[in-house]
């Protein structure tokens, strides 16, 4: 599953929207009329019951809590009810169960500007991945074209790094529709704009390989700094590559550029 950086102004990600509630005053109990929380009540105090109980280590009541509260069309909880079903946290893991709460979800749409944006855009991130995938032993089979709408959906309309990265991704390798060098790296270059390792990576060995050495092996250089540990090791491999046949003045000037690359400005 992806991890997405919410990059716009006044977009709260899901993982900050819940973070606000880890010191709310919600009793870590079972849930029963004693704790004050029933299903009964709201959808939002059994949003906050379902957190405060998980991050308590009590996750069949926050996920009976959530499952209420989704019923009752909270969009926090069916996002948290479908991670639990992603990761098999608290539950058995079941990619197609989540698959359909992140399809609900998507389906529902968002309000400009509301506090369920974070929701909506991991939801859209996730049914990409799906879609890119499948799901064996499920009706979701791999629909490229699909994933890559996906993608570009939240990447157009929410300035989504990792979706700009996988959208180039996919328009590099012609999958799920033409291949176009040029729009792919339009959608590295912004991302990479934010700081995302893979975009820096891919996008500074695409100028590496234009000529542009100095500027290439600086964003290459610099990626290493952000990579991700399972990420890194195929970085450092096209940044070594590189490295070895630059010359001298490029492998110089690409130290000096890489502090400017590691603030999105070498691609510039």
Same mark, same amino acid.
């Given at each position: 599953?992806?991890?997405?950086?919410?990059?716009?102004?006044?977009?709260?990600?899901?993982?900050?929207?819940?973070?606000?509630?880890a010191?709310?005053?919600?009793?870590?109990?079972?849930?029963?009329?004693?704790s004050g929380?029933?299903? !009964?009540?709201? +959808?939002?105090?059994?949003?906050?019951?379902?957190?405060?109980?998980? $991050?308590?280590?009590?996750?069949e009541?926050?996920? !009976?809590?959530?499952?209420?509260?989704?019923?009752?069309?909270?969009?926090?909880?069916?996002?948290?009810?479908?991670?639990?079903?992603?990761?098999?946290?608290?539950?058995?893991?079941?990619?197609?169960?989540?698959?359909?709460?992140?399809? !609900?979800?998507?389906?529902?749409?968002?309000?400009?500007?509301?506090?369920?944006?974070?929701?909506?855009?991991?939801?859209?991130?996730?049914?990409?991945?799906?879609?890119?995938n499948?799901? +064996?032993?499920? +009706?979701?089979?791999?629909?490229?074209?699909?994933?890559?709408?996906?993608?570009f959906?939240?990447?157009?309309?929410?300035?989504?790094?990792?979706?700009?990265?996988?959208?180039?991704?996919?328009?590099?390798?012609?999958?799920g529709?033409?291949?176009?060098?040029?729009?792919?790296? $339009?959608?590295?270059?912004?991302?990479?704009?934010?700081?995302?390792?893979?975009?820096?990576?891919?996008?500074?060995?695409?100028?590496?390989?234009?000529?542009?050495?100095?500027?290439?092996?600086?964003?290459?250089?610099?990626?290493?700094?952000?990579?991700?540990? $399972?990420?890194? +090791?195929?970085?450092?491999?096209?940044?070594?590559?590189a490295?070895?046949?630059?010359?001298?003045?490029?492998?110089?000037?690409?130290?000096?550029?890489?502090?400017?690359?590691?603030?999105? $400005?070498?691609?510039?």
């Amino acid at each position: 599953m992806w991890i997405v950086e919410f990059k716009r102004a006044g977009l709260m990600t899901a993982g900050a929207f819940f973070a606000a509630f880890a010191f709310s005053s919600v009793p870590a109990c079972a849930f029963d009329i004693d704790s004050g929380v029933t299903k !009964e009540s709201g +959808p939002f105090d059994l949003f906050k019951f379902g957190f405060k109980a998980y $991050k308590n280590g009590q996750k069949e009541e926050a996920v !009976e809590a959530y499952r209420y509260a989704a019923e009752k069309g909270h969009t926090g909880s069916r996002w948290a009810l479908a991670n639990m079903y992603a990761y098999g946290d608290g539950v058995a893991q079941n990619d197609f169960e989540a698959f359909k709460i992140y399809s !609900e979800i998507a389906n529902q749409g968002v309000e400009p500007g509301s506090n369920d944006t974070g929701f909506f855009v991991n939801a859209l991130m996730s049914l990409a991945n799906y879609y890119r995938n499948g799901i +064996p032993g499920s +009706p979701v089979k791999i629909d490229l074209s699909q994933s890559r709408q996906l993608y570009f959906q939240a990447a157009s309309t929410f300035g989504v790094a990792e979706a700009q990265y996988q959208l180039a991704r996919m328009i590099l390798a012609g999958e799920g529709g033409k291949r176009n060098e040029l729009q792919a790296k $339009k959608w590295l270059n912004q991302a990479q704009k934010s700081g995302h390792a893979g975009a820096m990576s891919v996008f500074g060995n695409m100028l590496f390989e234009e000529g542009q050495a100095a500027r290439g092996l600086a964003l290459m250089t610099a990626a290493l700094d952000r990579c991700k540990p $399972k990420e890194c +090791p195929w970085m450092q491999e096209l940044q070594e590559q590189a490295f070895a046949v630059a010359s001298e003045n490029d492998r110089r000037a690409a130290v000096m550029l890489a502090s400017d690359a590691a603030n999105g $400005k070498a691609g510039d």
